[in-house]
C-alpha cells in the first residue's frame, strides 16, 4: 500500500471550530454520566411496552453488564410496526430498495408492505413449531425474505443466527450444533454476479453431518423448487416456506421481549478455538444501531424516509452483506429503526461490470454510501473513468469499515467518488461492540485520511500501555485500544461460553472492555487503529482466525503442523500465509499444495483461500517447542532486515530454507 500525494496526519476539514467544540463538549458530558444519557435516549428514540426501572447495571470486570433490564419492547415492533401508525404514518413510503445481481432487477419495499410479508414470516414459523427463545439458523442470499425473516423472528422473539452465504457446509454444520439451532432457513439458490450459489445443498450437506443430526427439526427453503429447479427432498425436514408463508394470515402479534432478552447471535472468530457466538440484546443493540446509524451518517436532522425523487431525503446505501455485523446493524436494524429506507444489494462490485456502484449511486440517487477499504482498492485499480462516467453528484457521506483505509484509497474515495465535496466517515468498531464506537461525524469533526478519529458520543476510549495495563494519559500515545464504560450495543456473551467472553474481553486488562486491536492516538487526540494485537488476520474486512485456519490444515491427512500468519496484500490488506510441514513419508506436490487450499476452502468457506501455501520439513521452533509466528510473519512479509534474534530457536537454519522457499513463491 502506499500513502502517495499524502502529507501525514493532512486534516481534511468540513466542521467549523464551533462544531468540533460543540462534539466536545457533547461527547464529555456524554461519558459523564453514561445512565442519563443512555436513558434520556432509550425514552425517546424507541417504544417501550412498558417502561424500564434502570438504564445500567453490572460492571465489565464481572461480566454482568445489563443496560435497561426490565424495559419490555419488541424490535420489529420499533423497526417496521410503528412507522406504519400515527404519528409517522409512513407506510407508503419505502422501507427495502433491493437491487438484485441484475441491474434491472429491483423492487421497492413499502413499510406496509414489509410489515404484511414479515406477519406472513412469523406465523408460517409459529406454525411450525418455533418458539420464543428457539434459535434460528439463517443461511440466506441477499433478498428481501433475509431481512424479513429476521425481523419475524424478533417480532416472535426467536433468536436468529445469520450465517454468511460464502460459509461452507462444515462452518454451518458446526454453528448449527454450537447454537444446538433446531430450525434453519434458506433458499434453494442465491445468485452472485452471474452464478448461481447451491444454497440448499450446502445447507443439506450441514445438517446431514453427524453433529446436526436431531439437532434440526425444519429447514425452510424459500422457493423450495426454485428456479434452477434444485432438488426437492423428500423427508420430513424440508419445508417449502415461499408456499407456507403465502398461506399465512398477514397480522401476528408483537412478543413483548425484555430489554435484556437476546436478540440475535452472531459468530466471529477469535484467536483461538472455535469461533464465537456472541449475543445481542433486543434493547440495548437496538438502541445503539439506531443512535450510531442516524449520527455517523449525518442523518441525525431528517425524520423522513427516503425517496428517489426527493432531493431533500436521503437514499441510504450500505453495500455489505447482511450476514456480517455490518448488514444486521446498518442494513437491517439501525436504518429501520430510524424509519429511513434502507438498500439491499445482491450483486458484487464488480458485476456486470466495475461500473456498478457508481451506476446503482446514479441511477438511485444514493446520498450516503457505505462499503470496505477492500472494495474500495480493487475498484481503484481500474481507474477513475468508470467514476467518472456516472453522475455522482447525488452523494453526501462515504463511510468506509472493516479495516484501517490506506490514504491512498481514502484520497480516490474523497476526490474521485466524493469529487472533494462529501465527508468520508471512517468507522472503526467490532462484531462485539453491535454498532460504530470511533468515527468522525459528518460535518462536525474534522476527517484525517487513515484516521477513525475521535469516539462516538458515550463511548470513552482509553489507550492502555499492553504491558503495565495503565492508562496513557498524555494525548499522544501508543498502545492498545480498550473502552472504559459500558454501552449499550456491548455484546453480553459468547453463547454457552461465559468464560471465554470474560477471557477474552474483560480479563486481559481489568475495568476495560479489551477491543483486540492496536492503536495510536496523536497530538489532537485522534485515534489510529494499528490492527489486531491477537491471531486474528483481517482479509478483505473479513475476520479469520489463525487457529481456524490451522485446524482446517491439520484435519488434512498429510499434514503433520500449520501455522499461518498475514501477510501484506495490495487488494485484500491481508492475505493468509500457510506453513505446513508434512506427515512422515507424503511428498511435497503441487497437487497436494491445491488440495489443501481446497481443504481450508470446504472447511471455512472460499473467502478464507489461503494465498500462500508453504510445504517444508521445519518450523521455526524456541527450545520449549513453541512455533515462533514472529519469524513467520517476517519471512511472509519478505522483511528479513528485522527478522530479530533467531538464535533463541532449536534450529536456526530453518529460517534460511523458509526464506528461499518464500521468495520461490512469489
Ligand atoms: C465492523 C467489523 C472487527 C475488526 C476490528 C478492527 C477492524 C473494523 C475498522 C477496523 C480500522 C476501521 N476494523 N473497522 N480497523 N479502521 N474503520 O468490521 O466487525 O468483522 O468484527 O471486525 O475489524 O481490527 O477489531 P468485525
Redesign the pocket.
Known amino acids: 500500500m502506499t500513502n502517495t500525494d499524502i502529507e501525514p496526519e493532512a486534516v481534511y476539514n468540513p466542521s467549523t471550530a464551533a462544531s468540533l467544540a460543540l462534539y466536545k463538549s457533547a461527547h464529555s458530558a456524554s461519558i459523564k454520566d453514561i445512565s442519563s444519557y443512555w436513558s434520556e435516549l432509550a425514552k425517546s428514540k424507541l417504544h417501550w411496552f412498558a417502561p424500564f426501572p434502570t438504564a445500567v447495571t453490572g460492571s465489565f470486570q464481572e461480566g454482568s453488564v445489563s443496560w435497561f433490564a426490565g424495559g419490555k419492547l419488541n424490535v420489529c415492533y420499533n423497526a417496521v410496526d410503528r412507522y406504519c401508525l400515527p404519528p409517522f404514518n409512513r407506510g407508503n413510503e419505502v422501507a427495502i430498495i433491493w437491487e438484485g445481481d441484475e441491474p434491472d432487477a429491483i423492487k421497492r419495499i413499502s413499510y406496509h408492505e414489509l410489515q404484511l410479508s414479515v406477519c406472513r414470516i412469523a406465523n408460517a414459523l409459529k406454525a411450525s413449531g418455533v418458539q420464543k427463545g428457539d434459535v434460528v439458523t439463517l443461511y440466506m442470499p441477499m433478498v428481501p425474505e433475509l431481512a424479513m425473516t429476521m425481523l419475524a423472528c424478533a417480532r416472535i422473539g426467536a433468536v436468529h443466527s445469520v450465517i454468511f452465504a460464502g460459509f461452507s457446509a462444515d462452518a454451518i454444520a458446526d454453528r448449527i450444533d454450537d447454537a444446538k439451532s433446531k430450525w434453519v432457513v434458506t433458499a434453494s439458490v442465491g445468485s452472485r454476479g452471474g452464478r448461481n450459489l447451491p444454497l440448499k445443498t450446502i445447507c443439506d450437506a450441514a445438517i446431514k453431518k453427524e453433529r446436526c443430526v436431531g439437532v434440526v427439526q425444519k429447514v425452510f427453503v424459500f422457493d423450495g423448487n426454485g428456479p434452477n429447479g434444485s432438488e426437492w427432498d423428500k423427508e420430513d425436514i424440508h419445508v417449502r416456506f415461499s408456499d407456507l408463508v403465502h398461506a399465512q394470515w398477514p397480522v401476528c402479534s408483537c412478543e413483548w421481549m425484555d430489554a435484556e432478552d437476546p436478540l440475535f447471535i452472531l459468530y ?1 472468530s477469535g484467536s483461538t478455538g472455535r469461533p464465537k457466538g456472541l449475543v445481542h440484546t433486543s434493547g440495548g443493540y437496538s438502541l445503539y444501531a439506531m443512535h450510531t446509524t442516524a449520527n455517523s451518517f449525518g442523518l441525525s436532522q431528517q425524520t423522513g424516509p427516503s425517496s428517489p425523487n426527493d432531493p431533500h431525503k436521503d437514499v441510504y446505501a450500505c453495500v455489505a452483506d447482511a450476514g ?3 448488514g444486521h446493524s446498518y442494513i437491517v436494524y439501525g436504518p429501520l429503526l430510524n424509519g429511513i429506507s434502507t438498500f439491499m444489494f445482491e450483486s458484487t462490485p464488480m458485476y456486470p461490470d466495475h461500473g456498478r456502484y457508481w451506476d446503482m449511486v446514479q441511477r438511485h440517487k444514493i446520498t450516503v454510501f457505505y462499503t470496505a477499504p477492500t472494495a474500495i482498492r480493487s475498484l481503484m485499480r481500474f481507474g477513475d473513468d468508470a467514476p467518472n462516467k456516472y453522475d455522482l453528484s447525488s452523494l453526501k457521506v462515504l463511510g ?5 483505509i490506506n490514504p491512498a484509497a481514502w484520497k480516490w474515495y474523497f476526490d474521485v467518488i466524493g469529487k472533494g465535496k462529501c465527508a468520508v466517515v ?6 462485539e461492540t453491535g454498532g460504530h464506537v470511533i468515527t468522525n461525524l459528518p460535518g462536525v469533526t474534522p476527517m484525517k485520511p487513515g484516521s ?1 478519529t475521535l469516539p462516538c458520543y458515550g463511548i470513552e476510549v482509553v489507550v492502555l500501555d499492553p504491558a503495565s495495563g495503565q492508562e496513557i494519559d498524555t494525548t499522544a500515545a501508543e498502545g492498545v485500544l480498550a473502552i472504559k464504560q459500558p454501552w449499550p450495543g456491548m455484546a453480553r456473551t459468547c453463547l454457552g461460553d461465559h468464560q471465554r467472553y470474560l477471557n477474552v474481553y474483560m480479563k486481559p486488562y481489568p475495568g476495560y472492555y479489551f ?3 492496536g492503536c495510536r492516538r496523536d497530538e489532537d487526540g485522534f485515534i489510529w ?1 494499528t ?2 494485537v491477537d491471531d486474528v488476520l ?1 482479509v478483505s ?1 473479513h ?1 479469520i482466525g489463525t487457529a481456524e485456519v490451522e485446524s482446517a490444515l491439520v484435519a488434512h491427512p498429510a499434514v503433520a503442523q500449520a501455522a499461518v500468519v498475514g501477510i501484506p496484500h495490495e487488494i485484500k490488506g491481508q492475505g493468509i500465509c500457510c506453513f505446513t510441514t508434512l506427515t512422515e513419508g507424503v511428498p511435497e506436490s503441487e497437487d497436494l499444495i491445491k488440495e489443501l487450499r481446497n481443504q481450508v476452502r470446504t472447511s471455512i468457506g472460499p473467502f478464507a483461500t489461503p494465498d500462500m501455501i508453504v510445504l517444508t520439513a521445519a518450523l521455526p521452533m524456541t527450545r520449549s517447542g513453541k512455533i515462533m509466528r514472529r519469524i513467520l510473519r517476517k519471512v511472509a512479509a519478505g522483511e528479513l532486515d528485522t527478522l530479530g534474534d533467531t538464535t533463541t530457536l532449536s534450529d536456526p537454519s530453518v529460517v534460511d530454507i523458509l526464506i528461499s522457499k518464500v521468495e520461490n513463491l512469489r
Open positions: 466471529t456480517w455485523i455490518t468506509t469499515v472493516g479495516e484501517p471512517d468507522t472503526y468498531w467490532q462484531t477513525c477491543a483486540g486491536d487503529i490492527g489486531r483481517n474486512g475476520r
